[in-house]
């Protein structure tokens, strides 16, 4: 495979950068390296191997993911490309990065709100409204166009917003 010809480091450091441009199938604007779902990556003699931390172990976009990984290399020259899925530790919004929460936000999904605990799953956590930033909005659904998100309704902008729920 000529993409293995150049170093391992730079070539796993070229496979994260490739990576970075794999969008989420649910919310495009951030990628799997956003999301913090890409937990290593590794050259090997036989080629590369990836390991990938779905956001829950139900999602119906792990399978995507997955596929659209192993399309993204194989169109950058890359073969022989192997994805675990890797279920421990458990993927948390704790995760998405500083950038991927600035791009959910831009398109106008709240960002998980503190760290993956007890208060933030329990709905305690103040949610800001994505487009105007007050703390002043409304739960109107525990769950928005997918289960890892939440519908709200901003009471100052009266906008409807999604919230990307810690988990």
């Known amino acids: 495979m000529a993409a293995l010809r150049k170093s391992n480091s730079v070539l796993e450091q070229q496979v994260w950068n490739w990576l970075a441009d794999v969008p989420d199938p649910e919310v495009p604007v951030v990628s799997v390296i956003d999301l913090g779902m890409v937990r290593n990556v590794a050259v090997t003699e036989q080629g590369i191997e990836i390991d990938v931390a779905p956001t829950y172990s139900g999602c ?8 659209d990984i192993v399309t993204s290399l194989q169109a950058r020259g890359v073969e022989n490309i192997v994805v675990n899925r890797v279920l ?20 106008g999904i709240a960002p998980p709100v503190g760290n ?12 800001r409204c994505p487009r105007c930033h007050t703390s002043q909005t ?3 659904s525990e769950f928005g166009s997918t289960a890892c998100k939440a519908s709200y309704k901003c009471d100052d902008c009266l906008e409807p917003f999604e919230y990307f729920k810690c988990i």
């Open 116 to 127: 993956a605990d007890k208060r933030a799953l329990l709905g305690k956590a103040p949610v």
């Open 88 to 107: 421990s530790p458990p993927w948390t919004t704790d995760w998405i990065s500083e950038a991927g929460r600035e791009k959910l936000r831009a398109y």
């Open 138 to 140: 409304t739960l109107v």
């Open 60 to 67: 119906p976009a792990t399978e995507v993911i997955e596929d």
